[in-house]
């Protein structure tokens, strides 16, 4: 026997103590012997001494005094352990399957099942002791998702929406249910720090212990659906390359469910290879908005649908790029974009809660409670813990906006000057307000007999045809913006008429087939607002096994919806009527003309 | 109009932007990728392709109407191409509408 251990060893030695605490296990938690024999008595010490040291020294220490475990007979089959008073009760077939563990496999599952048990009740005990230090503790509450009512005098919500993704649906029960089970997996899941980060370094941050270096499937995982090339690709966002977020607000139009407005976040992703700073503003293709809403293709609401909270609210990343179409162009509605003052790290944690969002958080829209202004405040509030102490909570998009101007958060002085906010990127303007100047500029050129803008587009695509092969350059370009506009109405006209009619009645069995069509594509399309779908198992953020399957996924349902949509298209020329058949034909037919006129004309200039 | 007609129809139009892309585009079955950031889907072709209306209206107001999509795809252009480096905004302008 060595009676002298070489110093450094002997320093470390002592700073593990100091660390980890003596394995005090007989005061910690007792063993009830009743009923035992002795070499149950000795398996079970071999539990408590196998789990009591993983827990950190401020857990031990909490723990009340004269805590007895006992193993129980007669537990309903479905509870994996009790509490009563200082007793920890523990059902009699964990003994059985801790006794007949195989000391060479350390990871199966009876043994998993004995230790999360006995955690989940230390947990418990823990808690209740500290009075419910971590349960009662508001932020918990926060990132756990039992999540504010943006009515002050409503306090917190009652229900969990966070039920996607989750480790054990039985956390979802009650606060202190939720740390119990999450305990389980911060002290016996190495994934715990990659899965659900925030809630790993607000569990060490209390228990005083380091958090974990282990190696995290690098960057933040989203499902990044480009709807308009028909992509969708697994996006790991390292949130280093964001420079900045905006406070990103559709402008309200006269639509009832839009006349508000709509609140998004826009992040300023940097290109490959540009240094983080000013110059990332310009990147648009690169940049990306969370949005919540009910699907990636439909900005609109149905009013009566909104009211009756059927219709879910969850959070998309969208290509910049794509919001700028779908709102200016085909909404004709503005967009105003404003920096939020944030440090990096706080952009840091608002991405990640994004992210946990994106993959678990599966809410209702209401129309007046959980709208998007209140789930983008509800984002900011959870993600940025310095939001959550300012007075933010608002039910309208510009009433958020309003607050975080007054708070100093939001920063609106690059809209001041209005060509350079267009310029730059901070101010899109809805494409109708460049309409008149347009076709000022093609009704010089033409002659034009038409007064403005919307007499022209009033026109028949067969009346504008005419006119098109003698357009010079300048004169192409403008009737270029006007026939896409021409095209956009078109198509929305023809969807928003047929929705109103489809919705409204019962389908007669003649149509069965064709519902059970769309029925086949809409389950195909349902991935994209609830990515989880692709990832099989797992809980909370997906790792590198999971992104595997996540990517293969996307790429089997995305080639089928493109097989689908060649079907579907070849039916629809069938069943369009002959009128609209032709104006859609007549306007495509239009902008081949002007396509083929701009390559002549601006080669020619150029 | 019938209800088949009015199914099949919908069926096209109700999720306009991914039934609207999923034809027409060109792009290639392997799109569904892991990328380590985001330039899985932005290429030269899509940057200048985003900048054609905002184009034309610059070139139809002869540079009045200044668009940032325009802004974003002179700027590429001309991080990416010499000869563009020499061109005026409005020759890129046209030169994105030439395409």
Redesign the interface.
């Given at each position: 026997m060595h009676l002298r251990r070489p110093r450094g060893r002997r320093i470390a030695a002592l700073l593990l103590w100091a660390w980890l605490g003596p394995v005090a296990t007989a005061t910690a938690l007792e063993i009830d012997p009743t009923h035992l024999a002795a070499d149950d008595i000795a398996a079970t010490q071999g539990l408590v001494d196998d789990v009591l040291p993983r827990l950190p020294r401020a857990w031990r220490d909490g723990l009340p005094a004269g805590l007895v475990l006992e193993w129980r007979d007669g537990l309903p089959a479905h509870v994996a352990g009790r509490r009563v008073g200082d007793r920890i009760l523990l059902p009699r077939r964990l003994l059985e399957a801790w006794r007949a563990r195989d000391a060479v496999a350390t990871e199966d599952e009876p043994l998993r099942a004995v230790r999360h048990a006995l955690v989940h009740e230390l947990a418990h005990a823990y808690d209740r002791a500290q009075r419910n230090a971590l349960s009662g503790d508001p932020r918990l509450r926060d990132l756990a998702g039992w999540q504010r009512s943006a009515f002050a005098i409503a306090g917190r919500r009652s229900r969990n929406d966070f039920v996607v993704r989750t480790p054990d649906p039985y956390e979802l029960r009650r606060p202190s249910e939720f740390v119990a089970v999450n305990l389980e997996h911060f002290v016996l899941d190495p994934a715990y720090a990659c899965r659900r980060p925030a809630l790993h370094r607000h569990f060490s941050a209390h228990f005083g212990v380091p958090v974990s270096t282990q190696a995290c499937a690098?960057?933040l995982p989203f499902l990044?659906v480009?709807?308009?090339?028909?992509?969708?690709?697994?996006?790991?966002?390292?949130p280093a390359?964001v420079y900045e977020v905006d406070y990103l607000l559709a402008e309200g139009n006269t639509q009832a469910m839009s006349r508000w407005g709509h609140s998004m976040l826009r992040l300023v992703?940097c290109?490959?290879g540009r240094m983080p700073g000013p110059e990332c503003r310009?990147?648009?293709?690169?940049h990306?908005v969370l949005s919540f809403r009910a699907?990636?293709?439909?900005v609109q609401i149905s009013g009566w649908r909104g009211l009756t909270g059927s219709y879910p609210s969850r959070l998309f990343l969208l290509?910049l790029?794509?919001v700028?179409e779908?709102y200016t162009?085909v909404e004709l509605r503005g967009l105003q974009s404003m920096p939020l003052r944030l440090q990096k790290h706080e952009i840091a944690s608002l991405l990640e809660r994004a992210a946990q969002l994106h993959w678990s958080y599966d809410g209702r829209y209401y129309f007046i409670g959980n709208n998007c202004a209140v789930e983008t405040w509800k984002l900011l509030h959870d993600g940025v813990p310095r939001l959550a102490d300012a007075s933010l909570a608002s039910i309208t998009p510009t009433g958020l906006l309003r607050k975080l101007e007054r708070e100093g958060i939001a920063d609106r002085r690059p809209l001041a000057d209005a060509?350079e906010a267009?310029?730059?990127?901070y101010y899109?303007?809805p494409?109708s307000a460049?309409y008149e100047?347009?076709f000022a500029?093609?009704r010089e050129a033409l002659a034009l007999p038409q007064r403005d803008a919307a007499a022209w587009l009033a026109l028949s695509p067969g009346e504008r045809a005419r006119w098109l092969p003698q357009a010079d350059?300048?004169?192409s370009?403008?009737l270029?913006?006007l026939e896409?506009a021409a095209q956009r109405r078109q198509?929305l006209l023809?969807?928003d008429e047929?929705?109103r009619?489809?919705l409204g009645?019962a389908?007669?069995d003649?149509?069965a087939a064709?519902?059970e069509?769309?029925k086949a594509?809409?389950g195909d399309?349902s991935f994209?607002s609830r990515p989880a779908e692709l990832a099989g198992g797992g809980y909370g953020l997906p790792q590198s096994a999971e992104?595997?399957r996540i990517?293969a996924e996307?790429?089997a349902r995305?080639?089928r919806?493109?097989d689908q949509?060649?079907s579907?298209?070849r039916?629809?020329e069938?069943?369009?009527?002959g009128d609209q058949r032709e104006a859609l034909r007549g306007i495509e037919a239009n902008l081949e003309t002007i396509g083929a006129r701009?390559?002549t004309l601006?080669?020619d200039?150029? | 109009m019938s209800r088949l007609i009015l199914a099949g129809v919908l069926l096209a139009f109700s999720v306009p932007a991914l039934a609207g892309s999923f034809a027409g585009s060109s792009a290639g079955a392997s799109s569904a990728g892991s990328s380590a950031s985001s330039d899985s889907s932005s290429g030269d072709d899509k940057i200048v392709v985003q900048a054609r209306e905002d184009a034309a209206s610059f070139v139809a107001s002869d540079g009045r109407i200044r668009g940032a999509q325009l802004e974003a795809a002179l700027r590429h252009l001309r991080e990416t191409d010499q000869a563009a480096r020499r061109a005026s905004d409005m020759q890129l302008a046209q030169a994105i509408l030439a395409r």
């Open positions: 690098p960057g990044d480009d709807a308009e090339a028909g992509e969708a690709a697994l996006l790991a966002l390292d390359r992703v290109a490959p310009l990147d648009l293709a690169h990306r699907f990636v293709g439909d290509p790029d794509q700028i779908e162009r060509d267009r310029r730059l990127g899109f303007e494409a460049r100047a347009l500029v093609a350059l300048k004169a370009a403008a270029l913006v896409n198509q023809l969807r047929l929705k009619r489809y009645h389908v007669p003649d149509a064709a519902l069509a769309l594509w809409l399309t994209v992104r595997g990517v996307a790429r995305v080639a919806l493109r949509d060649a579907m298209r039916d629809l069938r069943w369009l009527p701009l390559r601006a080669s200039a150029s | -």
